[in-house]
């Protein structure tokens, strides 16, 4: 029961993550991608068993899923409003 729920907890912050990375623009968002697949990785890791390097490799990859959406977010704000309102 413990597994399954932490297994519910992974895949929700997997679908927040993704989720909040989907509106893609012109800037790059490759970085952003990469954690998210740390963090698919990590809840693949947990569905096998190996709960402990799972939990970590997810943790990870949320950690840098954050960073790296805040930076994609970031660029995305800047050029829209350089295009709307010139350089």
């Known amino acids: 029961?413990?597994?399954?729920?932490g297994l519910g907890i992974v895949a929700g912050l997997l679908a927040v993550v993704t989720l909040a990375g989907?509106?893609?623009g012109a800037a790059d968002k490759t970085k952003v991608d990469a954690a998210t697949k740390q963090v698919q990785q990590g809840a693949k890791q947990i569905g096998r068993g190996e709960v402990g390097p799972g939990v970590v490799q997810t943790a990870k990859g949320i950690g840098h899923t954050?960073?790296?959406g805040a930076k994609f977010s970031g660029e995305n704000i800047k050029e829209f409003f350089q295009r709307a309102f010139g350089s």
């Not at 029961?1 to 729920?5: A, D, E, N, Y």
């Open 1 to 5: 029961m413990r597994t399954l729920r």
């Open 22 to 24: 989907a509106p893609a």
């Open 66 to 68: 954050a960073v790296e």
